[in-house]
């Protein structure tokens, strides 16, 4: 994330055993933790949402003020198209943030999808999905 820093890069290699033949979503809106990804996670599908917005290290919030309409909608689609996705996941691999203003370890996202995760119910509820 470029709002919050994190220490992705031995999440990755932490998990990458397990995830062999595998896939894993990543969601950040920032691109080198995508590019990390690709470039290490050698057996494993990489994947993506489409519409990555490329914001040059500004935080995601900060960014939407900086654009129009537009893009600040496109902006918000894509954060809930991954809230969504990662919701629906089998498996989330979270990763705490580096010592921060607000001592919080894991930033507001992130906790989001982690609840919704655990509670898929929601998800379906709101996209009218119940079975």
């Keep these: 994330s470029s709002d919050y820093q994190t220490d992705y890069?031995?999440?990755?290699?932490?998990?990458?055993?397990?995830?062999?033949?595998?896939?894993?979503?990543?969601?950040?809106?920032?691109?080198?933790?995508?590019?990390?990804?690709?470039?290490?996670?050698?057996?494993?599908?990489?994947?993506?949402?489409?519409?990555?917005?490329?914001?040059?290290?500004?935080?995601?919030?900060?960014?939407a003020l900086r654009v129009g309409a537009n893009e600040r909608y496109q902006l918000t689609l894509k954060a809930i198209s991954d809230?969504?996705?990662?919701?629906?996941?089998?498996?989330?691999?979270l990763t705490k943030i580096k010592k921060n203003l607000y001592g919080v370890e894991y930033s507001g996202f992130t906790m989001l999808s982690a609840i919704l995760s655990q509670n898929k119910g929601i998800v379906a509820h709101l996209m009218g999905l119940r079975g």
Aim: proline share 5%; aromatic share 8%.
């Design 9 to 63: 890069q031995p999440v990755f290699a932490k998990i990458h055993r397990e995830l062999m033949g595998k896939r894993l979503l990543v969601c950040s809106d920032d691109y080198q933790v995508l590019a990390h990804a690709k470039a290490t996670l050698k057996g494993v599908e990489v994947l993506e949402l489409p519409n990555f917005v490329q914001t040059n290290g500004i935080p995601i919030a900060h960014y």
């Design 83 to 93: 809230l969504i996705a990662l919701a629906q996941a089998d498996k989330l691999f």
